[in-house]
């Protein structure tokens, strides 16, 4: 069965420094891999998503992602991490049918 | 454009009384509609999914029971709830398989007292 792992439930950065929020992901196809944003209260938003080619993806708000088979990863990304970041993000992944499975989340604070 | 409507956003309801919850999609047809339960440290759980009208899958045994009446229409509802249904439940749809992303709605905070 597919399942995602977010072993970060927590993680807190500095306005300005870098961010990486990892995924591991166990399926035993080339899955499809995405990130969600989820501000207090709010639904969830894409950020990014992987398919097929180029295993560097770019997404919106500055964020990147990098799919890794070897390692079964999808780790999030951003070089300058803003105070607006600061919210709770989740990787998913689809088996390419009906189902799409969530990880546990990961809750960035984003300090000044 | 595609959009995705939820209600109510917030519900306080006694332990013991029913639930309805309402998702609709507009902007396309034949979607792929899920319900997911996201309580407090615990990530979103997938509760139900539907593809096509009358088609329920439920992932998880529990208290609640799912149905799909229209094309766009998917309703999260339970006969008695109980304390551990309170939680933020999400409506969402997606537009086919495989590589396609789901889009979610504003949820609903359901707190059962």
């Known amino acids: 069965a597919q399942s995602v792992t977010q072993p970060d439930i927590h993680i807190t950065v500095s306005e300005g420094a870098s961010l990486e929020l990892r995924c591991n992901y166990s399926y035993g196809a080339t899955p499809y891999l995405f990130w969600y944003v989820q501000s207090p209260g709010q639904g969830l938003q894409l950020l990014l998503k992987?398919?097929?080619?180029?295993?560097l993806v770019q997404g919106i708000k500055g964020f990147e992602a990098e799919f890794k088979r070897s390692q079964s990863s999808f780790n999030l990304r951003k070089p300058s991490v803003h105070w607006s970041d600061a919210a709770e993000y989740f990787c998913a992944v689809g088996d390419g049918g009906n189902q799409f499975y969530f990880g546990t989340g990961t809750s960035l604070t984003v300090i000044p | 454009s595609q959009t995705i409507h939820q209600w109510p956003a917030t519900l306080v309801q006694p332990v013991g009384s029913p639930l309805s919850l309402e998702c609709t999609v507009e902007?396309?047809?034949?979607?792929?509609l899920y319900w997911y339960r996201q309580a407090a440290g615990r990530g979103l759980q997938l509760l139900f999914y539907?593809?096509?009208?009358?088609?329920i899958s439920s992932e998880v045994p529990q208290n609640l029971s799912a149905s799909r009446p229209q094309d766009r229409q998917f309703i999260l509802s339970s006969k008695k709830l109980l304390l551990s249904d309170s939680g933020f439940y999400l409506c969402a749809w997606r537009g086919g398989l495989g590589n396609t992303e789901a889009f979610f709605g504003q949820g609903t905070r359901l707190t059962v007292v």
């Open positions: 992987y398919f097929s080619g180029d295993t």
């Open positions: 539907s593809v096509g009208i009358g088609q």
């Open positions: 902007g396309t047809s034949n979607p792929n």
